[in-house]
């Protein structure tokens, strides 16, 4: 593999002469180098093979146990001037994040091997792919990288002699808190991660390049990168195949509702799945939003993943998979994998992630509540055969999500596109116990891109606007809530496959087939307008999903009007009106 751009050899050769490693291996993306990468990360003991038998071509990884999640605290926007990078993000200048790290990258790689690779994110030859260069000097970032994008000569065909990159610099170093920092440079098209080994830190081509970066290119060039899964139905009985993208906040189901399998008493529809986690959407010669997933592979949290709440997730995952920070089977099965909420037998005896011995018996848990699988997308059962269309699949509908236990009903539409961003921008969830020891707590994370907004969040809702003002046909946009709790704390809906009747209803409100009615927060169906053939839910249950309590949303106002004023000159009017306007019809 030759690499013939001029400012990508200038730009490596740089980063060598600061990091000094012993040796610089370039990536072709070849499945004999990968093989050897995986030997060579088996012979250093950062990663191990697992049970030829049971999981071929899979292989553990452990973290260290201070680096087992993003480090949002540390992680940075970079711009020239602060208010660019907005309120919500953290920000640090240049010059400041270029020095400080920069002696830290100091012969960092000394002994080391430095590795170059070449990735896209997209399909290529798809005029949304996007070119990267990671330079790391991990293993683990190497074999993800394999799966999560499309690397080596590939992308180096792609970019051409003269192609615009992302420069991608990653170094352990000695993985301290103190050091770690994952910087963004979006007016430089660079990012830079020190003292992390972690795989949203570190694979730069995910939420660093994809969401942060991607969503700054995506202002400044007329499109958008979203934090969505994407989806497709096929309506059985009439063949018409749609496609819904869908923004959740964590914990809320993303992943599932993106492989989800319909339950055998509602055939109507098949499902399949296009992405899970990124989409980068523009509008068509022909007016319509059109979605792509720029990844290659699946991310995805391990512990609750089972062949309840997600089949299709634990069949990918059954070959050529790197899973991380979970139980290595002992006894009685040797070299399988195991974690919590999986719903099988766990191992009489095992590792976890810690590496220490694990029993059932243990008192802490096996596998860490962040655990992961990194596995090839094309291995998804339900994987859609237009997965990596370049023109990518046209949107009829965009949902958002939340975890909420009184607030919203189970499902409901937005007026119009406004409206719908404006549901977006104040959407939210609540806490879970397992996640930060205070049940109920709202935060806002307005289109589950909080953590993932490369600019100022009162602009990209201003770009929201003006996209749909572009478009001939926006898709709909709705809100769902898998998660309403009756009084005594059960949630009233069943969900998993069950959830396809609201997306049901969802494709028949865009076609004009299903009934609603007008409420102050949008349009909601009636009982009737649901399709609930064979699933045992009482009147008063279903009832209480679909109330819009006035009161309750009245109690919402101050928390909305609390966020969206901090973004101040910056919030678009077509914001404050939206608000302004519920506040009234909250008030009639």
Known sequence: MEIKNKKALEWIDEMVKLCEPDKVVFCDGSAEQNKQFEDDAVAEGSMERLNPDLLPGCLLHRTDPNDVARTEKLTFICTKKKEDAGPINNWMSPEEAYAETGANFKGSMKGKTMYVIPFIMGVKGSDFAKVGIELTDS?????????????????????????????CLHARGDLSMEKRRILHFPEDNTIWSFASGYGGNVLLGKKCLALRIASWMAKQE????????????????TGKKYYIAGAFPSACGKTNLAMLIPPKEFPDYEIETVGDDIAWIRIGDDGRFWAVNPENGFFGVAPGTSMKSNPNALLTTKKNTIFTNVVKTVEPVEGNVWWEGMKVDPPTKGIDWLGREWTPDSE????????RFTAPACQC????????????????????????????????????????????????????????GAVGVVRRDPMAMRPFCGYDMGEYFGHWIEMGAKAKKAPKIFH?????????????WPGYGDNARVLDWIIRRCEGEAGAKETAIGYVPNPEDLNLNGLDIDAKTLDALLEVDKEVWKAELPGMKEFLGQFGSTLPAEIQAQLDALEERLNK
Not at 480 to 492: A, R, T, Y
């Open 381 to 436: 059962p339900c994987i859609s055969p237009n997965w990596e269309d370049p023109q990518g699949v046209p949107l009829s509908a965009i949902l958002f999500g939340g975890r909420r236990a009184k607030t919203a009903p189970l499902v409901f539409q937005s007026f119009d596109w406004n409206h719908g961003t404006f549901l977006g921008a104040t959407m939210c969830s609540e806490t879970t116990a397992a996640a930060t």
């Open 364 to 371: 802490e848990k096996g596998a860490h509540p962040n655990s």
């Open 139 to 167: 293993l683990y970032v190497v074999l993800n990288m394999n799966i999560m994008t499309k690397m080596g000569q590939v992308a180096v065909d792609q970019l051409g002699e003269d192609g615009e990159f992302t420069k």
């Open 480 to 492: 769902v809530n898998w998660f309403k709790q009756d009084e005594n704390g059960d949630f009233m």
């Open 222 to 237: 007329g499109w958008m990168a979203e934090h969505m899964l994407i989806l497709g139905l096929t309506n059985k009985k």
